[in-house]
C-alpha cells in the first residue's frame, strides 16, 4: 500500500470515527408501553351423556417481571403460589400493589409488573402483565396459571367447559427503533390420568389474543367480553386430567436511535473527508 492510500484511509477512519461520537452523544430515547389483562370466571363443566365426576382442583399462579439490558431501574422480580402469587413489579417507586389489574398507565417510566389470582369459592381467574420503558433496554411482565382436575367418566361420551371472559389489551411506541407487545392466552386440555398423552386440545380465539408493533404507532383491543363454551372429543370411559392455562404477557424493546440531526452530520462528515482525500491524492499526483 502507498503512502498516499494509508494517509487516505487513516482520514477516512478518523472523520468517520469523528462522526459516530458526534451522532451518538446526540442519541434520543424512545418510549413503549403495554398492558394485557384477562379475567375469566363462572365456569361450567358437564358431560354427555350426563355422569361424569371432576376431582379436587390443583392450581398454581406464578407473576414475573424483568427489566434489563441497560433500563433504569433494573432488576428480576417473581413469585409462585397455589392461589394468590405475590405481585412482581420491577421500576421507579412500590408499584400498584397486589391484585391490581386495572392499567397503571404510562405516567411513570420505567416499571414492568405481572400478577394473577386464583378465587374460590366462585372460582375466577384474573392476570394482568403491564410495562412502560423510556431508557434503553428490555422489559417483560408476567401473570400466568395453571388449574388441572382429575374428571372421571362412566361412559363413553364428551364434556363441556363453559366461562365467561373479559380482557383488553394496549401499545404504543412512541420512537423506533423498538418492540410493544402485549397478548392473552388460555387453552383448555385433556390428558390421560398421568399428563403424559394430550387427548384434546382447545384455545379459543376470543381469549388468544395479541398486538405487537416493531414501528411508530399504537394500538389497542379495547375491552372486550363474552362466553366461551369448548366441547371435547369423543373419549373412552375412564379417569382423566382436565387442565386449563394461560396468561397476560407484555415485552417492551428500545434501542438508542441518533437524532436525525446526527444522522447528517455522521454522513457530512464523510463526505468532507472523502473531500479532503481526493483534494489531497489530486495535489500528490501534481507533485509527482
Known sequence: MTTMRRRYFRLMGSVAALA???ALAGEARAASYAYATQNVNTFAFSSTPAGATIGALTTQGNDSA??????IPSG?????????PAAAFVGNGAGPGQNVFTAVGASNPDYSRGDALITQPG????TVGEGFLTPPGRETGNGSFIVSAPITLTQAGTVTLSFNYSNALSIFLSEGPGLASA????TFAITTNNGTTVLFSSAPTAVNNSVSLTTVGANVIAPTSGSVS??????AAGTYTASISGASRIEVNQFLVPEPSSVVLLG??????????????????SAS
Open 20 to 22: 459516530l461520537v458526534a
Open 76 to 84: 428480576i422480580a417473581g413469585d409462585s403460589a397455589a392461589f394468590d
Open 123 to 126: 372460582f375466577s381467574i384474573s
Open 183 to 186: 397478548s392473552n392466552s388460555f
Open 268 to 285: 457530512s462528515g464523510l463526505v468532507l473527508g472523502l473531500g479532503a482525500a481526493v483534494r489531497r491524492a489530486r495535489k500528490a499526483r
Open 66 to 71: 424483568l427489566n434489563t439490558q441497560g433500563a
Open 230 to 235: 369448548i366441547t371435547s372429543t369423543q373419549l
